[in-house]
């Protein structure tokens, strides 16, 4: 079970604007030269099963993090040379409260692989994470997500 967004919600809310003020690719984006987006994936277990629930988020992070990501983007070992990283939450979920801004840990993993977001601040989702939900709660918020 995995949902993901599309876009950053900063980048979303551009609307008209978009072309004249981002690039954006399927891992990365780049708003106005002064926001600088990757997407990463949140994985929440789900007990009993050896797959998880997915969530694939944006997140932004400091220019500096974002050329040091892109630059070994396509180096193999990646993951044992740098990192982890901190940024924050760029979408919202509409079935947690509050997502946008939530501090993340950003967990680079092998060349093909999306980076691992952990939640590192109380919230329900970092709760779930941390804990693993049933497969009924991965039944009910596949559920909610196919139906909104």
């Given at each position: 079970?995995?949902?993901?967004?599309?876009?950053?919600?900063?980048?979303?809310?551009?609307?008209?604007?978009?072309?004249?003020?981002?690039?954006?690719?399927?891992?990365?984006?780049?708003?106005?030269?002064?926001?600088?987006?990757?997407?990463?994936?949140?994985?929440?277990?789900?007990?009993?099963?050896?797959?998880?629930?997915?969530?694939?988020?944006?997140?932004?992070?400091?220019?500096?993090?974002?050329?040091?990501?892109?630059?070994?983007?396509?180096?193999?070992?990646?993951?044992?040379?740098?990192?982890p990283?901190?940024?924050?939450?760029?979408?919202?979920?509409?079935?947690?409260?509050?997502?946008?801004?939530?501090?993340?840990?950003?967990?680079?993993?092998p060349?093909?692989?999306?980076?691992?977001?952990?939640?590192?601040?109380?919230?329900?989702?970092?709760?779930?994470?941390?804990?693993?939900?049933?497969?009924?709660?991965a039944?009910?918020?596949?559920?909610?997500?196919?139906?909104?």
């Amino acid at each position: 079970m995995s949902f993901a967004a599309e876009f950053p919600d900063t980048y979303a809310k551009l609307k008209r604007e978009r072309d004249t003020r981002a690039v954006i690719g399927s891992d990365q984006c780049i708003i106005d030269q002064k926001l600088f987006f990757i997407r990463g994936c949140l994985e929440i277990p789900i007990v009993g099963s050896v797959e998880p629930f997915l969530w694939g988020l944006w997140v932004v992070l400091h220019e500096a993090v974002f050329d040091e990501i892109e630059d070994r983007w396509e180096l193999q070992g990646r993951e044992q040379t740098r990192g982890p990283y901190k940024g924050r939450l760029n979408n919202t979920l509409s079935i947690y409260p509050e997502t946008v801004n939530l501090k993340v840990r950003i967990v680079i993993q092998p060349v093909g692989t999306r980076p691992l977001l952990f939640i590192e601040e109380e919230h329900p989702l970092a709760f779930e994470q941390l804990h693993g939900i049933t497969v009924s709660r991965a039944q009910e918020l596949a559920s909610i997500l196919l139906h909104s």
